[in-house]
């Protein structure tokens, strides 16, 4: 059995390879020298289990969740009845899987791990993406993921219909504050980073509507707001006047994003997407 990755992702064969990466070290961290409860079952039993959910959201990690079944045991076959960036509600069949007993109770817990959390972050990302509809604005992530886990839940929150920053701090700039204070000042420090990186995406961040002029005439095209309020925000968006994407972001919640997005701004990055991720309640019964 082969599985799929939906829908199409921008580099689907580097996210493959994440996987069997994800759950080769997910594995080796969970039986280590062998699954001694897993022992006491006969080594040619057979089992078919399936997985439900408990809890409305939006699935994610079918992907993981089969490469843990199909490392232990390649024969197994799993059947899926929805599919990644699906809305799943409670008592919905997802899944059912039929293998080897041994490797099927050993890769559980580890396989639900993944689709848990993975579909925990699409899930609180759909909510978020779902409260500014009707807006022209983007719900962005950002670098704040579980340890190990970014390639996964940057897919999730794809998956929950929201958009991806730089994967981490080798393939974009973001100037904060240090940076700007280091290099002497915003349009020092953009001139570096446009001389240093041409191809790369360049964002600044600031902190008031001065360093936003300084860094429009510095030629800033990706400008970061950080905590501004409501009114400063519907400030920037009419003194930028489309010169360059603002992007707000700082102790943004649900409570408070519509009003946020009704400022006009063009990008709201969340922490809250892949930083306090509560896991879908899913169970995996044999049958």
Known sequence: MTYTIFPEYPDTAVLTQTIKNDVIKSLEEDIGSGDLTASLLSPDGIARAQVITRQSGVLCGAAWFDECFLTLDPECNISWHAKDGERIKPGQRLCEISGKARALLTAERNALNFLQTLSGTATVTRRYVDMVQGFDVKIMDTRKTLPGLRDAQKYAVRMGGGYNQRMGLFDG????????????????????????????????????????????????????????????????????????????????????????????????????????????DLSMRLV
């Open 173 to 280: 700039i973001l100037i904060k504050e240090n940076h700007i204070a280091a290099a002497g000042g915003i349009a020092a420090v953009l001139e570096a980073a446009f001389r240093l990186a041409p191809e790369a995406s360049v964002q600044i961040e600031v902190e008031d509507l001065m360093q936003l002029d300084e860094a429009l005439n510095a030629g800033a095209k990706l400008i970061l707001l950080d905590n501004f309020d409501p009114d400063a925000l519907r400030a920037a968006v009419v003194k930028t006047a489309k010169r360059a994407e603002l992007e707000a972001s700082g102790g943004i919640t649900l409570a408070s994003l519509r009003e946020i997005a009704k400022t006009g701004v063009d990008r709201i990055s969340i922490g809250a997407l892949t930083k306090d991720v509560e896991a879908l």
